[in-house]
């Protein structure tokens, strides 16, 4: 089955760090640009970072808001994304989902089902 | 950044009716433009893709249109499975990608 799944949300206290990771399977990850978006209760779908493939140099992009403190890289050889999410803040609470990216296509055609990670104190 | 804008917030619709939506890009996104389907508690999924593509699985009543600054998904006969929040995103200026606010399509 193609799919991906979140794990490593969780409770965290403002000012500290979670590693998120996305496991993907039934495709070759390693073919696809990856993302995380993120969704606050209530609110609408934000997009956070994203990491292309190591054929184009796994370069990354992140939105102004995580910059400085969220990273995302890859483990091809384990079918893994990861987003580290350095100085928490409570405005960071969401629900994170991970994504595929088709290399040229730039939309999102596959989606996790998503992880809570609640910042507070 | 490009600004997407939706219309209506909700849209009231009985089973087996139309629906149309509409997203608009504050600057061109060429056909760089997808829509995507969430259901409470859901991930979301994609519907569209290139404007006016289906992705897998989607069923033909779904389609979409529109190109430069102006889209439209239309559903054209409503079921009970399609009521949802549709959200419209650019992919042509990126980064950022940038969604509107949604339109919630629910039983009239």
């Known amino acids: 089955e193609v799919q991906l799944v979140e794990s490593g949300g969780g409770l965290v206290q403002p000012g500290r760090s979670l590693r998120l990771s996305c496991t993907a399977s039934?495709?070759?990850?390693?073919?696809?640009?990856m993302s995380w978006f993120r969704q606050a209760p209530g609110k609408g779908l934000e997009w956070v970072i994203f990491?292309?493939?190591?054929?184009?140099?796994?370069?990354?992009e992140y939105a102004a808001s995580v910059k400085g403190r969220f990273t995302i890289s890859r483990d091809d050889s384990k079918s893994i994304a990861y987003l580290q999410m350095n100085s928490l803040k409570t405005e960071d609470t969401a629900v994170y989902y991970c994504?595929?990216?088709?290399?040229?296509?730039?939309?999102?055609?596959?989606w996790g089902r998503g992880t809570l990670v609640t910042v507070s104190s | 950044e490009t600004v997407m804008t939706q219309s209506p917030a909700t849209l009231s619709v009985s089973p087996g009716e139309r629906a149309t939506l509409s997203c608009r890009a504050s600057?061109?996104?060429?056909?760089?433009l997808a829509w995507y389907q969430q259901k409470p508690g859901q991930a979301p999924r994609l519907v569209i893709y290139?404007?006016?593509t289906r992705a897998t699985g989607i069923p033909a009543r779904f389609s979409g249109s529109g190109s430069g600054t102006e889209f439209t998904l239309t559903i054209s006969s409503l079921q009970s499975e399609d009521f949802a929040v549709y959200y419209c995103?650019?992919?042509?200026?990126?980064?950022?990608?940038?969604f509107g606010q949604g339109t919630k399509v629910e039983i009239k």
């Open positions: 039934g495709f070759t990850f390693g073919d696809y640009a």
């Open positions: 994504t595929r990216v088709p290399e040229h296509g730039w939309y999102f055609d596959l």
């Open positions: 600057q061109s996104v060429s056909s760089n």
């Open positions: 990491i292309r493939s190591k054929a184009y140099g796994e370069t990354t």
């Open positions: 995103q650019q992919y042509n200026n990126w980064p950022p990608w940038t």
């Open positions: 290139g404007a006016s």
